[in-house]
């Protein structure tokens, strides 16, 4: 039966990957990955330097040890133009392997933005952001690893035997190009609003193993979230995104309760980068095919903040049919965040992400 269950599972990575056409890598904590979500968010942070570091792990109760395995490292800064707006550029590398024949992606990807200032004071303004992005993709899975039809006799699987079979692009490199909009307004301490939309795949590039075309959906992400002051102490920071790639949709909605627990005395930025706790819980939505929406996921999601740094743990409840092959094992993921503040860093207030 385990022979069984991993040939099953390598023809259903590689039917994601070249018949389906497969869907992006994800992260639960969505606002702690901006490069990932949108090319419009280069740039936009409080600071003028921004470092982050993202890792997930899925679907380990299915497939233990092959288990999905995704990290993201992304670098990006803001410089000034004029006394109000700004050049955002960042630079994001990523992969995702999964299997043991380890289907892989990975990407090296140049991500620019400008913000322009619409309105409002230096506290209280409203910007408007476009930014786009590069990039340069390699899909590829071990061949050796992988388990034929040919190779099963009387359900025992036999290495011995040639398959007769080959992947004759078993690694390939293709381009990859997004698109993004921002628009963000900061409207006080601890109060802020944000709405965004990105076009990712612009080039539906073809992600085939078999040198077939078979093209890449493009996907829509729409984002949308702020942070609201209960009292001098407590805010509420709802946020939700909307995935469509193809056939496939996906939402993530849900709230966070973020507690101010301290300053950096005498430092200007100390209200947005002083020490805080948050907690909160997202709901995340996705879509048979065919068929309509169904509830995948309960994300309990945690952070805190300590001035310059960032770290933030969530971990997916699973409540689809798929729990009970999981064996009530769910996701988790750990993200960290780093910014470097200059002197340039108080002409431009910024929501939190």
């Not at 743990?313 to 960290?336: R, T, V, W």
Request: hydrophobic content about 35%; aromatic content about 14%; overall charge positive.
């Amino acid at each position: 039966m385990k022979n069984m269950k991993t040939y099953l599972i390598t023809g259903i990575l590689l039917c994601l990957s070249y018949v389906l056409q497969g869907q992006d890598i994800h992260f639960s904590q969505f606002y702690m990955s901006p490069l990932n979500l949108n090319p419009a968010l280069t740039g936009v942070m409080q600071c003028d330097q921004r470092a982050v570091v993202n890792y997930r792990n899925q679907w380990a109760g299915v497939i233990g040890a092959n288990a999905y395995n995704t990290y993201s490292a992304s670098y990006d800064r803001k410089m000034a133009v004029g006394e109000e707006d700004y050049f955002g550029v960042g630079g994001t590398l990523w992969g995702d392997v999964a299997g043991e024949a380890n289907f892989g992606t990975k990407q090296a990807r140049l991500s620019f933005s400008y913000s322009k200032k619409m309105g409002g004071k230096r506290k209280q303004a409203h910007y408007l952001s476009i930014g786009a992005d590069a990039g340069l993709t390699q899909r590829s899975v071990t061949e050796r690893d992988l388990r034929w039809p040919t190779q099963v006799t009387n359900g025992q699987f036999d290495p011995t035997i040639d398959p007769g079979e080959f992947i004759p692009n078993s690694s390939f490199l293709y381009p990859d190009f997004t698109a993004g909009i921002l628009w963000f307004s900061t409207l006080g301490d601890r109060k802020s609003f944000y709405a965004g939309a990105a076009l990712s795949h612009l080039n539906q590039p073809s992600i085939s193993f078999l040198n077939r075309t078979e093209n890449l959906y493009s996907k829509l992400t729409l984002h949308a979230g702020g942070e609201y002051p209960l009292n001098s102490k407590i805010s509420l920071k709802p946020d939700i995104v909307y995935f469509s790639q193809g056939p496939h949709t996906q939402i993530n909605a849900g709230t966070s309760v973020r507690f101010k627990m301290g300053g950096s005395q005498g430092r200007a930025l100390s209200n947005m980068l002083g020490q805080f706790f948050q907690i909160g819980m997202w709901y995340r939505l996705g879509n048979k095919v065919p068929g309509g929406l169904i509830s995948d996921a309960v994300i309990l999601v945690s952070r805190f903040d300590f001035d310059n740094y960032g770290i933030g743990f969530s971990y997916d409840l699973n409540i689809s049919k798929l729990n009970q092959a999981a064996a009530g094992n769910g996701s988790f993921e750990l993200s960290f965040i780093y910014l470097i503040c200059g002197s340039g860093s108080q002409a431009v207030y910024c929501p939190t992400f």
